[in-house]
Nanobody, 114 residues
Framework: QVQLVESGGGLVQSGGSLRLSCAASGSIFSISATGWYRQAPGKQRELVAKITSSGTTVYTDSVKGRFTISRDNAKNTVYLQMNSLKPGDTAVYYC????????WGQGTQVTVSL
């Protein structure tokens, strides 16, 4: 059974930075795709960034140049470095892991104030 535990969310002013972390249990992390989705109030969940087992990354257009996804297979952890945050980035951020099945974290709140 895979469990994902996110950390690093919080309240930050516009223009600030946060780094989200997601630690996975189990032994499939290094061979899995992983990434981050977010869901703002009243909106659908959307992909923010993902990284394959080989390190290929994909970003949604609105975060390109501001967010960086990375992974540390030795620590079973995926990171999301978020810079130049905007109020529009306010959402609950969820990490996921995909290897035949999908696994999801509990979510961490990111709030960006003006």
């Amino acid at each position: 059974q895979v469990q994902l535990v996110e950390s690093g969310g919080g309240l930050v002013q516009s223009g600030g930075s946060l780094r989200l972390s997601c630690a996975a249990s189990g032994s499939i992390f290094s061979i899995s795709a992983t990434g981050w989705y977010r869901q703002a109030p009243g909106k659908q969940r959307e992909l923010v960034a993902k990284i394959t087992s080989s390190g290929t990354t994909v970003y949604t257009d609105s975060v390109k140049g501001r967010f960086t996804i990375s992974r540390d297979n030795a620590k079973n952890t995926v990171y999301l470095q978020m810079n130049s945050l905007k109020p529009g980035d306010t959402a609950v951020y969820y990490c996921y892991l995909a290897f035949y099945d999908e696994y999801w974290g509990q979510g961490t709140q990111v709030t960006v104030s003006l």
